[in-house]
């Protein structure tokens, strides 16, 4: 069964960032949501019960709020899974003018 998380860290202020919303989707719907914690972290975003199958997913992280000045009120960033038994982990480093991503482990 595969789990996603993530993992929000603030490179402008060098520290983790709590209380983004971070949102799940597979195609046009909706299917996990959460907040990251005060280390930054969203453990799980797939409902419990759910199984997700090999496809393409998008999250969206709510940044606005974070950076009101910044230039960036979300970042969306689209992957596949092709192994439905692993684990993905999607890091993101934000700042209010840019933003990277990577697959963690």
Partial sequence: ???ISTHVLDTSAGQPAANIRVRLFSG????GSGLTNADGRCASLVKSGMDLEPGVYRMVFEIGERFPEGFYPEVSITFVIRDASTHYHVPLLISPFGFTTYRGS
Wanted: charged share 30%; hydrophobic share 30%.
């Fill in 28 to 31: 046009d719907s909706e299917i």
């Fill in 1 to 3: 069964m595969s789990t």
